[in-house]
């Protein structure tokens, strides 16, 4: 069974499309924790329909904060940390979780727009979805509008996710794509909750894992499974104009953590 924890503000058209596709698409039972950061559009109380556990903030914090909140409550072993502006690939679920397992991974994130295979491949899948979202951008970024970029950018999205299977079943690559983290319980111990001061939380995972990996060798650096990919709208939680965040004082910078070298060395895998 596995927890997914995901954080919201408002986007109310979005937070319903990502539960129908959620619903529709996951195998295993699963709970859902909400955190909701004060939405005013009835987003969480749509979430408490459906069943989801909701943790109501009065205030808009951090991702790392959001995340942390949802691991106090979450119930079970493989930890799922998902966007809302997301839509997962038929059965992700199970794709990931064997991927992990056959790869021997505690920390794991999917494949997709932001990053698949390789440079090139990576390059000509970011600008469709560019032309696309810039297109149908212009009629605003509604319900429709969304599944109509959905629909645009892959055509039978079965079909496109079960082609990356065929050509990528158990493959991986060093990185991160933060849209859909996993975490196996087992590896808090390891590396510790999100650390609450980095805003950019997937990027920071990483350099833990990796750190971790190299200095006592108990588990690999974070990997991105290629045959499994969330669709992710890119950015378009960042159009939803929330406020700052209540915890703002606590945040400091990758800088003010990670040395340029560090830094360096870790980049190149993004490039």
């Not at 009629?139 to 050509?167: I, P, S, V």
């Not at 859909?180 to 590396?191: F, N």
Request: hydrophobic share 40%.
């Amino acid at each position: 069974m596995i927890s997914i924890i995901t954080a919201i503000y408002n986007q109310r058209a979005v937070n319903e499309l990502y539960w129908e596709n959620l619903q529709r698409y996951t195998h295993h039972p699963f709970e859902l924790i909400i955190i909701d950061n004060g939405s005013t559009d009835g987003s969480a109380d749509f979430f408490e329909s459906v069943g989801a556990k909701v943790i109501r903030n009065g205030a808009n914090y951090s991702y790392p904060h959001s995340q942390n909140q949802g691991i106090a409550i979450a119930q079970y072993d493989w930890l799922a940390f998902l966007n809302n502006d997301i839509i997962v690939s038929p059965d992700w679920d199970v794709r990931f979780i064997a991927s992990m397992e056959k790869n021997g991974l505690d920390v794991a994130t999917v494949c997709g727009i932001e990053q698949i295979e390789n440079a090139v491949a990576t390059k000509k899948l970011k600008r469709r979805w560019k032309k696309v979202k810039n297109f149908l951008g212009l009629f605003g970024f509604n319900r429709t509008t969304l599944q109509m970029m959905h629909r645009w950018m892959y055509g039978d999205w079965a079909k496109f996710n079960a082609d990356r299977t065929y050509r990528f079943a158990g493959q991986i690559k060093e990185g991160f794509v933060g849209n859909t983290v996993m975490i196996q319980r087992k590896a808090l111990a390891k590396i510790g909750l999100w650390d609450e001061r980095i805003q950019a939380g997937d990027f920071d995972l990483y350099l833990r894992t990796k750190q971790r990996a190299e200095q006592v060798g108990d588990m690999k650096p974070m990997h991105i499974c290629l045959d499994v990919f969330n669709h992710h709208y890119i950015r378009l939680t960042m159009k939803a104009g929330y406020p700052p965040f209540a915890d703002r004082d606590n945040l400091i910078t990758m800088d003010e953590k990670w040395s340029a070298a560090e830094r360096a060395a870790f980049d190149r895998l993004n490039k």
